[in-house]
């Protein structure tokens, strides 16, 4: 059947019928703004969907959804269809189309989120999800030759921090092995990229390898390497092992307690003698690498028990840095936290994001025995729970801590005159003593409800500002107090 114009006309007008309709349809997650941006209509089926419990109108948009693309569009003029858009910890797909006048002006735009209606898209969504955390995953571990950090990168202002810098400083300027040790989650390998960094060595690879991460089978080939042909399976033209990639840059041994012995009379020999073989071949080749040992574990230690060659201890101990865990350095938490959010912020474009002073005194009553490691989760899942709020307050912080916080304890910077809180087989202290710390933890306690307002924390407590002044002036309880009203 030819086609005529009125077919044509026909088909037109079905099609334009069907997309009215479908549009409708999206109508139960749409909003629009007018030309500046500004918030002038939303359903309520969007409100639910974005939590808010007041309406938005008046308001911006990025104010609501800060990687909005309402405002591109209104003033390009295009429309967006169909593209992802990270809300409420969830890529959702939306459409925006901007509002002509009768005369063409762009007088505002319209965006619709496909949700329930978009049904179809929701195995695909959720493929895309787990694609975008695998890529996060992986890009964290991959051993990089790059460096990532500077020592300037490492957040902190604790005197503990100021030391470690100092002698990471030091150890760059000599071509000596330097032995990392300290918790999970403290920084080992921060410090270890930092080091190179400084180190004349920096033009050269960083290369990393984690023994624990690796198969005891295949320890000796990661770190020297295969031959062509060496045995079966081995790939015909063999491959380099780390000392060979790593060659005149630095080496970057993570968690060494954790090299089974026969291997580490293996290493020693290439870190003394500077020489080593790839499996299968006799040909001798240069290791001019620096070492950079990190452990968690206590390597002196294991050399007494018979866990670790004494020699090779000594080899990788050129310099020993501590990092002390966070719990010891109280005072890196706030400009720790600082950094942290405004990376999380920026990588999900989220709004900027700030603690409430009792959300930061929380921080600091915590143990942390995941370290900076924990504290940096912590603050990404807070982020990532206060998506439309720029503000992160205690109980976003209590619920992503859990019952261990439930009882506050005062902070524990290392000062000797630490008192030691009672534990059930210790036999009781004298009355005084005790009544102190029932004291102090009281004293915290309010600070912390109060967010740090010192006025309102001695209301709680029964007592007259003057006397809770005098109290936090002797006693040993000044952080959480230091935001006065
Ligand atoms: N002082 C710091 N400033 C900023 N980020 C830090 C700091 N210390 C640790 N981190 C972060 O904490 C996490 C754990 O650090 P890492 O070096 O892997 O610890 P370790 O090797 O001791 O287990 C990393 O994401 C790192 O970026
Ligand atoms: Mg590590």
New binding site residues.
């Given amino acids: 059947m030819p086609i005529t114009k009125s077919t044509l006309h026909e088909v037109r007008k079905k099609a334009l019928t069907f997309l009215a309709e479908s549009f409708e349809a999206f109508y139960e997650y749409a909003i629009a703004v007018d030309q500046q941006g500004v918030i002038s209509w939303i359903s309520d089926g969007y409100m639910d969907f974005l939590g808010l419990e007041m309406s938005p109108v008046g308001h911006h948009i990025t104010d609501i959804i800060p990687n909005s693309y309402l405002p591109h569009v209104v003033t390009s003029g295009k429309p967006v269809f169909l593209d992802l858009l990270y809300i409420r910890s969830q890529w959702v797909v939306v459409s925006a189309i901007p509002l002509q006048d009768e005369r063409g002006n762009i007088v505002g735009g319209f965006a619709f989120v496909a949700i329930e209606s978009a049904s179809h898209m929701k195995p695909l969504l959720a493929k895309y999800n787990v694609l975008q955390s695998q890529i996060r995953d992986v890009s964290?571990q991959v051993p990089t030759r790059n460096v990532r950090?500077q020592l300037s990168?490492?957040?902190?202002r604790s005197e503990a921090?100021r030391t470690i810098k100092h002698q990471i400083r030091q150890a760059a300027r000599y071509d000596i092995s330097v032995l990392?040790t300290?918790?999970?989650?403290?920084?080992?390998?921060?410090?270890?990229h930092a080091l190179h960094d400084l180190s004349e060595r920096s033009g050269k690879p960083f290369i990393s390898i984690n023994v624990a991460a690796i198969p005891e089978s295949l320890i000796e080939a990661e770190f020297f390497g295969v031959a062509p042909g060496a045995y079966t399976g081995a790939q015909k033209e063999g491959r380099p092992g780390k000392f060979e990639i790593a060659e005149g840059g630095t080496l970057f041994l993570?968690e060494i307690g954790d090299m089974p012995l026969v291997l580490q009379a293996k290493l020693l020999r290439a870190l003394q003698e500077r020489e080593f073989e790839r499996i299968g071949s006799n040909k001798v080749q240069k290791a001019d690498v620096r070492i950079v040992a990190?452990t968690?574990r206590d390597l002196g230690e294991m050399v007494d028990e018979g866990e670790f060659r004494a020699d090779l201890y000594y080899r990788l101990n050129g310099m020993p840095i501590h990092?002390p865990p966070l719990r010891e350095r109280i005072s890196?938490i706030e400009m720790?936290s600082e950094?942290?959010l405004d990376e999380c912020a920026g990588r999900l474009g989220l709004l900027p994001k700030e603690l409430t002073s009792g959300a930061l005194d929380l921080l600091c009553h915590h143990d942390w025995p995941g370290?900076?490691?924990e504290?940096?989760n912590v603050l990404e899942r807070a982020c990532i729970l206060s998506e439309n709020d720029n503000l992160i307050d205690i109980t976003k912080i209590q619920d992503l801590l859990g019952p261990r916080l439930s009882k506050p304890r005062p902070p524990v910077e290392k000062v000797p005159e630490k008192p030691v809180m009672p534990t059930p087989s210790q036999p009781p202290r004298p009355l005084k003593t005790q009544l102190q710390e029932a004291e102090a933890a009281a004293i915290d306690e309010a600070l912390c409800h109060t967010r740090g307002n010192r006025s309102e924390a001695a209301r709680l407590l029964g007592i007259s500002r003057a006397a809770l002044y005098e109290k936090l002036k002797h006693g040993r309880y000044q952080k959480g107090a230091d935001a006065d009203n």
């Fill in positions: 964290r950090y990168q490492i957040a902190g921090l990392l300290g918790e999970t989650g403290t920084g080992k390998e921060l410090f270890a993570d990190a968690s990092l890196d720790l950094r942290i370290n900076v490691r504290l940096y």
